[in-house]
């Protein structure tokens, strides 16, 4: 039982920090984005983003696996390629990203907006290119928002179960999950076992957001200050 515990957590967190590293890249680019973005549209585009935290996680997974599918576009491009994603560890990846993307954005976007943009004007006039100045002013600048969103997605994708569970399946060893874990396990009338796996999964979710709500509090005080 400990062995199996024990690897149910590692693949947990191996999936939800891969997952979470496969959106830090475009969740930061579209955080930036959005926050200097002042022309019409906006609004629409931040709505479609933030979709994921309003629809039910269901639809989310039932969107992937019709995306998936081997007469779809994409799958087929992907069963061309000789990649299969979907009831693969893959999915679990990919179900746990596309959850968390929002929580990334809107933290990240806050981040984006505190930073001055007269100090990046400045490093423009000293000769520093908009990238140059984005990685030396902004982004240091910026950090506290990125990394609570990063705290926050991977919180979200480790607790992710109505996606995972349509386009990855529930399948012991290969894609199953804490949360899938402890839908199982209920559903086999094992409760005492499925409360054993559940406060593990509050544990590692309460560390996780223990430290993005300090680093959010430190950097709310820095912004009153």
């Known amino acids: ?16 920090a891969l997952a979470t590293a496969l959106i830090l890249p475009p969740g930061v680019a579209a955080a930036y984005v ?5 022309g ?6 931040e709505t479609v983003l933030a979709l994921p935290l309003v629809l039910p996680p269901t639809a ?7 995306v998936l599918a081997r007469d779809a576009p994409l799958g087929r491009l992907l069963d061309g ?5 979907v009831f693969t560890p893959k999915a679990v990846v990919l179900a746990g990203a596309v959850m968390a993307f929002p929580l990334l954005v809107r933290s990240a976007r806050a981040g984006f907006e505190e930073v001055d943009p007269r100090l990046v004007a400045v490093a423009r006039t000293l000769g520093d290119s908009r990238a140059r100045a984005f990685f030396r002013v902004t982004l240091p600048l910026a950090w506290r928002g990125v990394l609570t969103g990063t705290l926050f997605a ?3 994708a480790l607790g992710e179960f109505g996606a995972t569970v349509l386009v990855a399946g529930n399948i012991p060893g290969r ?3 804490l949360s899938l874990a402890i839908f199982q396990r ?17 544990l590692l979710a309460f560390g996780a957001m223990y430290v993005a709500e300090v680093v959010s509090r430190r950097r709310g005080a820095r912004v009153r200050t």
Do not use: H, Y
Not at 34 to 38: H, N, S
């Open 175 to 177: 894609t199953q999950t």
């Open 1 to 16: 039982m400990t062995e199996g515990l024990s690897g149910l957590v590692l693949f947990t967190l191996t999936v939800a």
């Open 81 to 85: 390629l000789g990649v299969d994603v």
């Open 60 to 66: 989310v997974g039932l969107v992937l696996l019709e």
């Open 40 to 45: 019409p549209g906006k609004g629409v585009v």
């Open 34 to 38: 959005l926050a200097r973005w002042r």
């Open 154 to 156: 991977f919180s979200r």
């Open 186 to 202: 209920t559903q086999m009338g094992r409760d005492g076992e499925a409360l054993g796996l559940a406060g593990v999964a509050a």
